[in-house]
């Protein structure tokens, strides 16, 4: 780094770099850091929000969906404007996070985690974020964390209550060998439960704790352990540390179903939104131009530079250019995959 440069980047850090825990050689870290975050909603607009200003070097942001009114309740990194382009997250959070430190590189990517892009969209992180709605993704993550080794942080938060834990492979217990797959129905959402901003605040912090952490010391950190707090009552609860369970069988046994696509769901209600998301059997590019032509008798139609927004028939739809659509106004399933069905069958 240039003199000039040096200096700009001690005087902006300076109150970062005077913690003993960090100082010039943990900055000079965070500089030259890669960080993914997935999902940037109430979670990850703090994560990224930190992270941004304490200078990681590299962020990539992937979120699939779309800032409405309903986000800004909690979601801290987008405004009205925001809701009224129905930016897709990922640019509006670029947006944002690039004027508030133009010295870091930000990567942002409209895109759906899944299976067949995982590999591609987590290469290359020192560690990723959840800042997800969904146990699904989560065990994605935490699939590919334990094929490649990088760690990650897992969060979630509904209601008054949220719990963060950095989980790190051979180190901590995978997220699989604390959660199993099979109870996740039985959770409540912030779909039907709600959820305060202040209570993602406080576990989206913990999250962009961790994370700083794990890039300073890396393998010399021995990581806490879940953390659960209920911030109404302010009350914190730290979980018992733990280590990988040999029977997992994710770390254990290496059966990493979620990576290997064995587990993926073609849709999926969308917490907090009274909406689903459907993903169509075979994944192909749509021509949303075409699209916008074929449906425009159909009803209310808009173009955007990065998707199609539709009223039919009453019913309000986002259509992506990479084959997906948010169905809004229902949470059930089966009556999303007929709307979609019966309106943009063939688009």
């Not at 001690?10 to 100082?23: H, S």
């Amino acid at each position: 780094m240039s003199g000039e440069g040096a200096d700009r980047n001690a005087a902006r850090y300076l109150r970062q770099m005077t913690l003993p825990q960090i100082g010039e050689a943990g900055q000079e870290r965070l500089r030259s850091a890669r960080v993914t975050l997935i999902g940037l909603g109430a979670l990850g607009c703090v994560q990224a929000a930190y992270l941004a200003r304490a200078g990681v070097g590299s962020l990539r942001l992937v979120d699939r969906d779309v800032v409405e009114e309903g986000n800004l309740q909690r979601q801290l990194l987008y405004d009205e404007s925001d809701a009224r382009e129905g930016a897709p997250k990922a640019v509006a959070a670029c947006r944002h996070l690039q004027a508030a430190n133009s010295g870091i590189t930000l990567e942002c990517q409209v895109r759906h985690l899944e299976p067949g892009n995982a590999r591609e969209l987590l290469s290359h992180s020192d560690v990723i974020l959840d800042g997800t709605d969904n146990f699904e993704t989560r065990f994605l993550i935490n699939d590919y964390s334990i094929a490649t080794g990088v760690p990650w942080v897992y969060g979630a938060c509904v209601g008054m209550v949220g719990i963060a834990a950095p989980l790190i492979p051979a180190k901590t217990a995978c997220l699989r060998c604390l959660l199993s797959p099979e109870s996740r129905t039985a959770e409540p959402t912030c779909e039907g439960a709600g959820i305060l901003g202040p209570a993602a605040g406080v576990i989206g912090a913990l999250q962009a704790a961790a994370a700083l952490r794990i890039l300073v010391e890396g393998d010399a950190w021995d990581p806490w352990g879940p953390v659960q707090f209920e911030v109404w009552e302010g009350t914190p609860t730290a979980l018992p540390r733990s280590k990988p369970d040999p029977r997992c069988p994710a770390c254990g046994e290496k059966l990493l179903e979620f990576l290997e696509g064995h587990r993926a769901t073609a849709q999926e209600v969308l917490c907090g939104r009274g909406a689903v998301q459907v993903l169509p059997a075979r994944r192909a590019p749509r021509d949303l131009e075409q699209a916008e032509v074929a449906l425009r008798p159909l009803g209310d139609v808009r173009r955007t530079p990065y998707l199609l927004r539709a009223t039919l028939g009453g019913h309000r739809f986002s259509i992506f250019p990479d084959g997906r659509v948010i169905v809004f106004g229902t949470s059930d399933l089966l009556r999303a995959r007929a709307l979609v069905d019966r309106f943009l069958a063939g688009f």
